[in-house]
T-cell receptor, first 113, second 111 residues
Framework: EPEVTQTPSHQVTQMGQEVILRCVPI?????FYWYRQILGQKVEFLVS????????KSEIFDDQFSVERPDGSNFTLKIRSTKLEDSAMYFC???????????FGSGTQLSVL | GEDVEQSLFLSVREGDSSVINCTYT??????LYWYKQEPGAGLQLLTY?????DMKQDQRLTVLLNKKDKHLSLRIADTQTGDSAIYFC???????????FGPGTSLSVIP
């Protein structure tokens, strides 16, 4: 079965540094998402992306966050200046279209020190 | 607001049935889902049910929906050690868009 691939699986960074989390969605999918799960808490929606623009974002997704699909195959999440509270597991997901099931990646564990 | 709740832990013996329960608050939800997460893996969609259905069966899995009480359950028949994982209940107002997750139920299967 096709997979959503996320790299790296673990990322450790210093507070205030920029991080880029990378995802390769399934090749014929058109909708892309980022979710995150802080340890012990729920999986939370961050942002959805379609047709090269953000279609919806949550309150968490503030000016420190951005997403990009730079080359037609990768989908990235950038955190400009990381805070301690950004430490979480970040999941990328993709879907063929609205109404189609989402496929999730295995996540990137981000630790901000 | 939207909220999904689940019990956090469940332990069953191999061969028994497991029942994982979930409650949700958004009455406008169209779809309700069950995701499975094995250690180190992503979120795997196990099954889903439309809000106008009350039951769905798929091999060993049975989903029951009580829309009046906003209660969803997942029954796993003949539970195996390979079923040990975290099971997330989730809901969405749109088909597969902006899924709202519960906290997850950690299922432990005792051999």
């Amino acid at each position: 079965e096709p997979e959503v691939t996320q790299t790296p699986s673990h990322q450790v960074t210093q507070m205030g540094q920029e991080v880029i989390l990378r995802c390769v969605p399934i090749s014929n999918h058109l909708y892309f998402y980022w979710y995150r799960q802080i340890l012990g808490q729920k999986v939370e929606f961050l942002v959805s992306f379609y047709n090269n623009e953000i279609s919806e974002k949550s309150e968490i997704f503030d000016d420190q966050f951005s997403v990009e699909r730079p080359d037609g195959s990768n989908f990235t999440l950038k955190i400009r200046s990381t805070k301690l509270e950004d430490s979480a597991m970040y999941f990328c997901a993709s879907g063929k279209g609205s109404g189609e099931k989402l496929f999730f990646g295995s996540g990137t564990q981000l630790s901000v020190l | 607001g939207e909220d999904v709740e689940q019990s956090l832990f469940l332990s069953v013996r191999e061969g028994d049935s497991s029942v994982i329960n979930c409650t949700y608050t958004d009455s406008s939800s169209t779809y309700l889902y069950w995701y499975k997460q094995e250690p180190g893996a992503g979120l795997q969609l196990l099954t889903y049910i439309f809000s106008n259905m009350d039951m769905k069966q798929d091999q060993r899995l049975t989903v029951l929906l009580n829309k009046k009480d906003k209660h969803l359950s997942l029954r796993i028949a003949d539970t195996q050690t390979g079923d040990s994982a975290i099971y997330f209940c989730a809901e969405g107002p749109y088909p597969y868009d902006k899924v709202i997750f519960g906290p997850g139920t950690s299922l432990s299967v005792i051999p």
